[in-house]
Structures are given as structure tokens and as C-alpha cells.
């Protein structure tokens, strides 16, 4: 069964560092997605791409997060610099649709990264 | 900002028994969806209910929708140890904006 990959699955950094996480959606799923969940919460969205197109990023702290689908596949969370805040379970998630108003958009999701700044 | 809002944030009951989460939500929706994630794991969806229906079911689960108190809930029925998890609810906006809640965390004990 075609799952969404994800690495790695733990990060732990200092504060000030640069990590990255990686993701991998499900073959043919044109809508990615990335969540940061923190502990005891629900998932929040932070980026939401359309093949390689970004859709939404309003809840992405720019100052520091970056994201990008360069060629429409797997994609990359970047932090930079980290912060104690940042502590959390980062989510992939994808989707098939294509289209942004959907009837029915079911998104399978990865493992997670849980990443930990000390 | 999350959407919904489960309760209760925690329940704890014994094999065999049903287990009723409950979830509000704020603005109007295209559908909501269900989701469980068992411990420092990813979500895994469980049942999509859409704005039009008013009860769906699937396998232990039956899921209603009222719209007009912008609520639903999540019954799952003789439950076992291994529905231990949290669950979710996540409302799918026109904006299609999927938001979650912050969650049921249930435990059933054998």
C-alpha cells in the first residue's frame, strides 16, 4: 500500500540551527501538505502546495520556515534558524485532488519528524 | 486558529463499551473528517461525513452532523484495546482549508 514517506523521523538541534525535513507524498497525489503539531494539540497547517505551486502559506512563520516542491513531487520543510518554540511534530500530508474546492479530499498522512531544540 | 473542538479531551473506558467524542466547529463547512493518530504517530483518516448528510456509518464508527449547532460526534461502539489513540476532527472549509481540533484522547482498557 503507497504510503507518505517522511525524514527523518527524529531531529534533535540547538537553538540557532538550521535543520531540514524531507517528504515524500504518495505517487500521483498532486496536493502536498506540511502540519506542525505540538504536543497535546491538533496539527496546524503551515504550507499547502499544488504540484509544485505554493497555495497557502499564510500560517508560515517566513521569517524562518521555508518550503519548496521544486519539481512537483517530494518537498523540503527548511527551519532556520531553530527556535526552543519550534519543538513539535512536523506532518507531511497528500492528497489527490487537483482541484481547490473539492467535494471529497481525503489526505493520507506520513509518520512525522519529531524534532526537539535544545 | 483551530476549528474544532473536541470533547472531552479525554476518556477512558473498558472494552466492549461504546465511546462517544464530541466536536464543534465555528464557520460553515464543505464536509468534516475524522481522523485517529495512536501515539507519536501520523493521522490516519477514518471517516469523511459531508455538509448534506446527517449520519454516516462504517464498520464500529457512526458519525452524525448537525450543521445548525455546528457539531458532530464520533461513536464507536464496543470498543477494544487497540482503538487507543487520539482523535481528531477536521472541518473542510470553502477555502479548502482542512482545521483541526485539538483532539480526544482515548483510552480503552482490556
Known amino acids: 500500500e503507497a504510503e507518505v514517506a517522511q525524514s527523518p523521523r527524529y531531529k534533535i538541534t540547538e537553538k540557532s540551527q538550521a535543520v531540514a525535513f524531507w517528504c515524500d507524498p504518495i505517487s500521483g497525489h498532486a496536493t502536498l501538505y506540511w502540519y506542525r503539531q505540538i504536543l497535546g494539540q491538533g496539527p496546524e497547517l503551515l504550507v499547502q502546495?499544488?504540484?509544485?505551486?505554493?497555495?497557502?502559506d499564510s500560517q508560515l512563520p517566513k521569517d524562518r520556515f521555508s518550503a519548496e516542491r521544486l519539481k512537483g513531487v517530494d518537498s523540503t520543510l527548511k527551519i532556520q534558524p531553530a527556535e526552543l518554540g519550534d519543538s513539535a511534530m512536523y506532518l507531511c500530508?497528500?492528497?489527490?485532488?487537483?482541484?481547490?474546492?473539492?467535494?471529497?479530499?481525503?489526505?493520507?498522512f506520513g509518520p512525522g519528524t519529531r524534532l526537539t531544540v535544545l | 486558529s483551530q476549528q474544532g473542538e473536541e470533547d472531552p479531551q479525554a476518556l477512558s473506558i473498558q472494552e466492549g463499551e461504546n465511546a462517544t467524542m464530541n466536536c464543534s466547529y465555528k464557520t460553515s463547512i464543505n464536509n468534516l473528517q475524522w481522523y485517529r493518530q495512536n501515539s507519536g504517530r501520523g493521522l490516519v483518516h477514518l471517516i469523511l461525513?459531508?455538509?448534506?448528510?446527517r449520519e454516516k456509518h462504517s464498520g464500529r464508527l457512526r458519525v452524525t452532523l448537525d450543521t445548525s449547532k455546528k457539531s458532530s460526534s464520533l461513536l464507536i461502539t464496543a470498543s477494544r484495546a487497540a482503538d487507543t489513540a487520539s482523535y481528531f476532527c477536521a472541518a473542510w472549509d470553502y477555502y479548502s482549508t482542512l482545521t483541526f481540533g485539538k483532539g480526544t484522547m482515548l483510552l480503552v482498557s482490556p
Open positions: 500530508a497528500s492528497s489527490l485532488a487537483r482541484e481547490l474546492v473539492v467535494a471529497y479530499n481525503e489526505q493520507f
Open positions: 461525513i459531508r455538509s448534506n448528510e
Open positions: 502546495f499544488q504540484d509544485e505551486s505554493v497555495v497557502d
